[in-house]
């Protein structure tokens, strides 16, 4: 069995995780490369043709290779019925100043355009949540020599993900941040919510490809201890939203060194998949109010003008803050650069 680092043709076994919604910047994924680990762009919510800008922005900085994230599920929909919970947004709405929401909420699916760009812009690392990518991609993939690493967050989805060609399995912990990759959330509604060292030694244990540990990660001290039970590499997020070259806004970063470790919640309130965020009011209100949760993505969808009036208001309250449960280890900005060695 290849290593992988073998595999991903790096220097580390260290991934910067492809956090979507604008964190994982051309930068950060350059300099994380430059360091000899893997960056990532985080491209589940982008149009194809922003991840053409991206990854040419990225090949513009470093020579090194890096990996696009992508959403193995399809997120094409239409919801025409009236959701109860959008009047509730409202309320939101009126206080920021917004137009009322859309009665009709549309989310278009960029994915097969996407694997066609990574295609073409010869990128050799794809890495997929939410599930395992349709067998025509990833044989469409594999024509083209791309490494797969797919998120999982039991033994069942690492053997699915294993069993249809992957050739890297990220065992995902419950102390992740954001959302995890619970790959059937109407049969788990709060996800899989395995801890990292448990889940980490039932999959060396139960598959044969290379298994990178994921999930409340900050520290040297933790990524040797995991690499001694068998890791090949670890996956980091959270420690990354505070690095200077990350898309983090103001408020977001200041939560984040401002949280402590019991300060993250589980919730669905953003998006409608569970997700590990830092407790704020919209968490707290959303979640108190009765109103029914529309599922991922109409969810997403119909707060995502709130949290993006949340990002340029640079207000923390209404803003998802994502988040891991080692957030409270994090005390400043740094440079990717810095972030890396500090863990190695």
């Known amino acids: 069995m290849q290593s992988f680092l073998e595999l991903a043709g790096v ?29 990532t762009i985080g491209a589940g919510y982008m149009t194809e043709d922003a991840l053409r800008e991206d990854i040419r922005r990225v090949k513009q900085l470093t020579e090194k290779p890096f990996a696009v994230n992508l959403f193995a599920t399809d997120l094409e929909v239409v919801s025409g019925d009236e959701q109860p919970m959008q009047p509730f947004l409202d309320g939101y709405r009126g206080e920021l100043g917004m137009p009322l929401g859309d009665k009709v909420i549309q989310v278009h699916d960029y994915l097969e355009e996407k694997i066609n760009v990574i295609v073409k812009e010869d990128i050799p690392i794809v890495s997929t949540a939410f599930g395992v990518l349709a067998d025509r991609l990833i044989k469409l993939l594999k024509k083209h020599d791309v490494i797969l690493i797919g998120m999982a967050t039991s033994v069942d989805e690492a053997r699915q993900l294993e069993s249809a060609g992957y050739d890297v399995v990220v065992a995902q912990g419950s102390e992740a941040g954001g959302h995890r990759s619970t790959f059937d959330v109407t049969k788990h509604p709060d996800g899989y919510n395995i801890g990292l060292l448990v889940l980490l030694q039932e999959m060396l244990d139960a598959i044969d490809v290379p298994v990178v540990a994921a999930g409340g990660i900050h520290t040297k001290n933790q990524i040797d201890a995991l690499l001694a039970m068998g890791a090949s590499a670890v996956q980091l997020g959270t420690r990354f939203l505070v690095a200077r070259e990350a898309g983090t806004n103001a408020a977001y970063r200041e939560a984040l060194m401002q949280a402590g470790t019991d300060d993250t919640v589980i919730t669905k309130v953003f998006s409608g998949r569970p997700a590990r965020a830092i407790r704020n009011r919209f968490v707290t209100e959303v979640a108190s109010s009765g109103v029914p949760l529309p599922p991922f993505p109409v969810q997403n969808q119909m707060t995502k003008d709130i949290r993006t009036a949340g990002k340029k208001s640079e207000l923390a309250e209404v803003q998802s803050l994502w988040a891991g449960q080692g957030v409270g280890m994090i005390e400043r900005e740094e440079t990717a650069a810095a972030i890396v060695r500090s863990l190695v």
Do not use: R
């Open 11 to 39: 220097d580390l076994p260290i991934i910067q995780a492809g956090m979507a919604g604008g964190i994982t910047t051309p930068e950060l994924v350059a300099a994380v490369a430059d360091e000899g680990a893997l960056g």
